[in-house]
């Protein structure tokens, strides 16, 4: 018999050697965290790869953006295509029943009188605006321009001649006449006739306004003015005394006033106090000899 063979411990050539094991952590030391887990490229079971939600976000709003377009563009069309499809609506006739004013005109005898020249704020005046204005007194020298005045020597005199521009422009200022004189030493006086180009009177209306606004405004006026006899809204001011130091005594006294499309501005200057029946008496002269020439009779020489 074949003495039997002792049996050998084999270990296979590919096995890898066994490691010792790790020693167990300290109590108070953190526990390691997991291995990540590493897919592996040749399989199709690894984890799905995440999707950034903005590029979702961005889609969906892209999504809605398209959708309004298209609604709003379909809608539109819609809309277009009905009222195409029916039938148009006549306009109202523009005669309409039942006006005021009489179809026939009224007999001779029962017409309405013509509005005076002192209602009536539509007048337009025509012609040479030099003979309507007041001539100088007696023993009064020409002070200033005298005749036609170009608008730019017109708004030089205001404390803010280019805003003073522009308003004139935008009421349709037409033409100025003007005369300025003095009396001794210091008075002076100055008389413009301003005339708007408006159908109306509006620009002479809103200038006249604007300057009565300003002048009841300032402090040193103390008074609403004093209404012109003849005119339904023209008024006169006369301010009190202002004195400043190593200057002369100053005082002044305006009147505006309307009369259909041309604005009456008078304007007194004096060292002298200055009564109120003297730039009254002034401004309803002047007015004066505007309603005479409205209403046909030649102006009267004062």
Do not use: C, F
């Given at each position: 018999m074949t003495p039997a063979t002792p049996a050998v411990p084999v270990t296979a050539p590919d096995a890898p050697e066994a490691k010792p094991e790790a020693p167990e952590a300290a109590p108070d030391a953190p526990a390691a965290a997991p291995p990540?887990?590493?897919p592996d490229p040749a399989s199709d079971t690894g984890p799905e790869p995440a999707v950034r939600p903005r590029r979702r976000v961005l889609r969906t709003v892209g999504l809605?953006?398209?959708?309004?377009?298209?609604?709003?563009?379909?809608?539109?069309?819609?809309?277009?295509?009905?009222?195409?499809?029916?039938?148009?609506?006549?306009?109202?006739?523009?005669?309409?029943?039942?006006?005021?004013?009489?179809?026939?005109?009224?007999?001779?005898?029962?017409?309405?009188?013509?509005?005076?020249?002192?209602?009536d704020h539509q007048l337009k005046a025509e012609g040479d605006l030099r003979k309507l204005l007041l001539p100088r007194p007696a023993g009064a020298r020409a002070e200033?321009?005298?005749?036609?005045?170009?608008?730019?020597?017109?708004?030089?005199?205001?404390t803010r001649p280019d805003g003073a521009l522009e308003t004139q422009l935008d009421l349709g200022i037409r033409r100025i006449a003007t005369r300025e004189w003095r009396v001794g030493?210091?008075?002076?006086?100055?008389?413009?006739?301003?005339?708007?180009?408006?159908?109306?009177?509006?620009?002479?209306?809103?200038?006249?306004?604007?300057?009565?606004?300003?002048a009841m405004g300032e402090a040193h006026a103390g008074s609403l003015g004093e209404p012109v006899k003849g005119s339904p809204d023209g008024r006169y001011y006369v301010y009190p005394v202002k004195r400043?130091?190593?200057?002369?005594?100053?005082?002044?006294?305006?009147?505006?006033?309307?009369?259909?499309?041309?604005?009456i501005t008078i304007l007194m200057s004096d060292t002298r106090k200055i009564s109120g029946s003297e730039i009254r008496s002034l401004a309803e002269?002047?007015?004066?000899?505007?309603?005479?020439?409205?209403?046909?009779?030649?102006?009267?020489?004062?």
């Open positions: 990540a887990a590493v809605i953006a398209v959708a309004a377009v298209l609604g709003l563009v379909g809608g539109t069309a819609v809309g277009y295509r009905i009222q195409a499809d029916r039938e148009p609506t006549p306009l109202p006739a523009l005669n309409q029943p039942g006006l005021a004013y009489p179809a026939k005109p009224l007999p001779k005898g029962e017409e309405p009188e013509p509005l005076s020249a002192a209602e200033g321009p005298d005749g036609w005045q170009s608008l730019s020597q017109y708004v030089d005199g205001y030493a210091y008075k002076t006086v100055e008389i413009n006739l301003v005339q708007y180009r408006s159908g109306s009177a509006i620009g002479a209306w809103e200038y006249v306004r604007d300057q009565q606004r300003i400043e130091a190593g200057y002369m005594d100053s005082y002044l006294a305006r009147a505006y006033i309307q009369h259909g499309d041309i604005a002269r002047q007015l004066g000899r505007l309603r005479a020439r409205s209403a046909g009779a030649a102006p009267a020489g004062s």
